[in-house]
């Protein structure tokens, strides 16, 4: 095997962390992070609740913050954990929704220990064929690789939630076995973004039966789960009281969560419930201090937030706190 450039970063990728939360029933978070604040607050969450955690970047994140920036504010961030938070959680470094091979090479080569490549949106031979070209390419230096069947609305081929597809359970098994990915995304019921659900009428629970079903084809085998913000409606709140317009913002209830964390869900992919937060935070301090003008007054607020409300889902509702 090729050395891996991660390794020496002090990363990990996700094989390990995987199969402890499949065998111990608990999910590990994947916190996505565009900016320094948001990665203090995730690194300082998870050392504190000692939890494993997956940080992961977006075409779009590489795009807002510059490629180069952020893969060394991830470096920094380990650096950052192991001498002055003195822990040693396994930290795993993960592009989200990669469409291309390049765009997961570009990672890998920089230092990425894992990729998704998302081919849900291609037919399913497409889908397969590109997923293949990237494990063949990421297992040469041990970056291990998520894939995904079936279509989440929200981001994944500008799908409302009504037009998403479901995994279909009768593929899982050839996909894994044709493309030997190390993980696989789903589609249950979640959705990308605010607006999960429709407001008033009853939100539907998720696909725990097609879930089933799944496991049933590949016992033991790491599964993912996008779209898994639970909107606070606390945080709501504070967003419309402070001038905000969220009405009708509805995520995944935590009991469901909960649920699906016990499952051989083991990676739960979190990154609305942060931007809530930190914009509710800020337009609060914004109508209350309107004479403040440092930066510091009002993401540091923001980012103490949200340390506290990862702390929360650690503990409370993927169950990865003390796993490190
Ligand atoms: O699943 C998508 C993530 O929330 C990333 O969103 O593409 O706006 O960075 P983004
Ligand atoms: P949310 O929009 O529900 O936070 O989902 C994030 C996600 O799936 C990132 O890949
Ligand atoms: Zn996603």
Do not use: W
């Amino acid at each position: 095997m090729a050395d891996a450039l991660y390794k020496k970063l002090g990363l990990v990728n996700t094989r390990e962390m995987f199969k402890k939360a499949v065998d111990g029933g608990y999910a590990i978070p994947a916190y996505n992070f565009n900016n320094m604040e948001q990665l203090q607050a995730i690194m300082g969450a998870c050392a504190e609740s000692n939890s494993p955690v997956i940080i992961q970047v977006s075409s779009g994140a590489r795009k807002y913050a510059n490629q180069t920036l952020l893969r060394y504010m991830a470096e920094g961030a380990v650096q950052m954990v192991r001498k002055d938070l003195k822990s040693n959680i396994p930290i795993c470094l993960h592009l989200d929704h990669g469409d291309t091979f390049e765009l997961c090479k570009s990672c890998i080569d920089s230092g990425f220990s894992s990729v998704m490549i998302d081919g849900s949106h291609h037919p399913y031979e497409k889908n397969v064929e590109l997923t293949k070209q990237v494990v063949e390419y990421a297992h040469k230096y041990d970056v291990t690789v998520e894939g995904e069947l079936g279509v989440l609305a929200g981001i994944e081929d500008k799908v409302s939630a009504a037009e998403s597809t479901y995994t279909k359970p009768e593929e899982v098994q050839d996909f894994v076995e044709k493309t030997g990915v190390d993980s696989l995304a789903i589609s249950i019921g979640t959705s990308h973004g605010a607006y999960k659900f429709k407001p008033g009428a009853n939100v539907p629970p998720l696909r725990f039966d097609i879930l089933k079903e799944i496991e049933k084809k590949l016992p033991g085998f790491p599964i993912v789960l996008h779209g898994s913000s639970s909107i606070p409606k606390e945080y709501v709140e504070m967003v419309n009281k402070y001038g905000g317009k969220m009405k009708d913002a509805i995520g995944v209830s935590e009991d469901q969560l909960r649920e699906a964390a016990k499952s051989a869900v083991c990676k739960i992919n979190i990154d609305s419930d942060g931007r809530l937060v930190v914009t509710g935070v800020i337009r609060k301090v914004f109508a209350e201090k309107p004479a403040e003008f440092d930066p510091r007054k009002y993401l540091g607020p923001a980012r103490e937030e949200l340390k506290k409300l990862l702390i929360h889902k650690n503990q409370n509702v993927l169950g990865s706190a003390g796993k490190a």
